[in-house]
Every structure is written in structure tokens, then in C-alpha cells.
């Protein structure tokens, strides 16, 4: 389980396939004298190996057969209930059911830093503004946790907002995002995942400048305008359609004042 957990492929036709041939006739004999939470581990890494021959060609496997017989003897196993959420996203399946399998996942106790890895992977490979919201929900929830942030998960929320600079704020994210994640909840997601570039004095101006548009998007006039302002000095290194935005954005706030 271990071996297939860690597995990297090779660079042939069917990069999983040599190493997967040899790994599942041991998980096979281990189904044999198992039961319970172990036997449902076993059954939901068999389908994990379905999972990369499928990813190898094999179109034929159907790894959720496994998953969901390894949930039928076992409701909240962890490997599980995540592999059948994160296949049901990879296939285009039903996202609220995936939904729930992760809820349950995190509910099981077991392997949550497994789960959140692929949680991240699942909610990536999804596109338009569904895997915006979907990945700025968990982003959210792991900072409502207190959980620590993933090391990719930067990088993988940074796309949300670079897409969105040459817009206005008050349409990008657009509302369907808006309406999963609040734009206050956004804010503060932002400021947690980038606390450390945003703090230090050689900031990057991209990251003060979607602080700023997050700011105002949440409605504080006040901070987002000094931050705005701040900014006016490097617009000339920024696309010019970012240093109008910024001047209209100065403008508007400034005539809310009080």
C-alpha cells in the first residue's frame, strides 16, 4: 500500500504498469485472511490500482466497483471513501457525491495529511469557475481549521486571482465563486496562505495588488484605498490596463469617504 501510495511512473507506454503487476497479487492474498478496516484498505487500494492501469489504457477497469466494495464492509474508510471522490471528480462524476465521500474521509479520523493531498490533486484538475470555488472552499476550510497549508496549494490558488487582475474587482471572481466563498472568507484565505510574502518589505507587487482588489471587494474602502495607493508608485512595471484599474479603483473609494 505503501509502494503504490509513493508510486512515480516511468517514462514508457504504461508508466504504472510493471510496478502495479507486481503489487496486486500481494494485496489480493492479504484480502484473503483480512477483515474489517484492514480488508476494506486492501479492496480500496486494489481500486487504486484500477485507477492507474485505467490511466494506462486499460478503459475497460472501473476502480469505483472496489472502492464501493471496500465502503460496504467499511462506511467511513478513509482510503476509500477518498479514492471514490477523487475518482468521481477525475471522471466527471456527480461532485456532490464526491463531496461527501471527502466529508467522510476527514470524518474517519485516519490519514487526513493522504486525504488533503488528494483533495488538492482532485479540486486542480478541475476548470472554470465550479474548480475556483472548489478549490478556494478548501483552501478555506483548511484555514478554518488550523490546519497547515499544503506546500502546492499556493501555487494552485494563485491562478484564481491572476486570472481575474486585468478585471474589475466587483465581477472577478465572478458571483458563482462569490457565492461558495464569500469574498470576506477570500480575504482572509489570501492573507493566510500569503502571510509571509505579503509581510516582508521586498513583497511581490502582483500579491499587494490582488490584496488590495480582495480588500475591496470585501468592502473595507479604507485599507484597500491606502493599498491602492501604495501601489501607484510601480504601476509603470505593471500592464496598463492594471494602472487604469488601479486609478479607477483610487477614484471610486475616495469619493466614499466620509
Same mark, same amino acid.
Given at each position: %500500500? ?11 507506454? *504504461?508508466?504504472?504498469?510493471?510496478? +502495479? ?16 478496516? /484492514? #480488508?476494506? $484498505? ?16 486499460? @478503459? ?5 466497483? #472496489?472502492? /464501493?466494495?471496500?465502503?460496504?464492509? $467499511? ?7 477518498? %479514492? ?10 456527480? @461532485? ?7 466529508? @467522510?474521509?476527514?470524518? *474517519? ?5 493522504? +486525504? ?15 474548480g475556483d470555488a472548489a478549490l478556494l ?14 506546500? @502546492? &496549494? ?21 458571483? *458563482? ?7 470576506? $472568507? ?13 509581510? *516582508?518589505?521586498?513583497? /511581490? +507587487?502582483?500579491? #499587494? ?19 491602492? #495607493? ?15 484599474? +488601479? /486609478?479607477?479603483?483610487?477614484?471610486? &473609494? ?5
Amino acid at each position: %500500500m505503501n509502494w503504490l501510495r509513493d508510486i512515480r511512473g516511468d517514462a514508457g507506454p *504504461s508508466p504504472f504498469k510493471t510496478i +502495479v503487476d507486481q503489487l496486486t497479487p500481494v494485496l489480493n492474498r492479504g484480502i484473503l485472511s483480512a477483515s474489517g478496516e /484492514r #480488508r476494506a $484498505d486492501l479492496q480500496a487500494w486494489l481500486g487504486w490500482s484500477d485507477f492507474l492501469r485505467w490511466r494506462d489504457g486499460q @478503459r475497460d477497469l472501473d476502480p469505483a466497483r #472496489r472502492y /464501493r466494495a471496500a465502503l460496504a464492509g $467499511d462506511s467511513l474508510n478513509v482510503f476509500a471513501n477518498a %479514492m471514490l471522490a477523487h475518482w468521481l471528480l477525475w471522471s466527471n462524476g456527480d @461532485r456532490d457525491e464526491a463531496t461527501r465521500h471527502f466529508a @467522510r474521509a476527514v470524518a *474517519s479520523g485516519r490519514e487526513l495529511g493522504f +486525504v488533503r493531498q488528494l483533495q488538492l490533486a482532485a479540486y486542480s484538475d478541475l476548470s472554470g469557475p465550479e474548480g475556483d470555488a472548489a478549490l478556494l472552499r478548501f483552501a478555506n476550510e483548511l484555514r478554518l481549521g488550523n490546519e497547515t497549508p499544503l506546500p @502546492r &496549494l499556493h501555487s494552485r490558488i494563485w491562478p484564481v486571482y491572476y486570472r481575474c487582475q486585468a478585471q474589475d474587482p466587483a465581477t472577478c471572481p465572478p458571483p *458563482s465563486v462569490d457565492r461558495e466563498v464569500s469574498p470576506g $472568507d477570500q480575504l482572509a484565505t489570501f492573507r493566510w496562505l500569503y502571510a509571509d510574502s505579503l509581510t *516582508s518589505p521586498d513583497g /511581490r +507587487v502582483a500579491l #499587494r495588488y490582488q490584496l488590495a482588489r480582495l480588500e475591496d471587494r470585501a468592502g473595507m474602502r479604507d485599507s484597500a484605498l491606502a493599498h491602492y #495607493r501604495a501601489l501607484s508608485p510601480d504601476l509603470s512595471g505593471m500592464d496598463p490596463r492594471i494602472g487604469a484599474l +488601479v /486609478r479607477s479603483a483610487i477614484g471610486r &473609494l475616495a469619493r466614499q469617504a466620509p
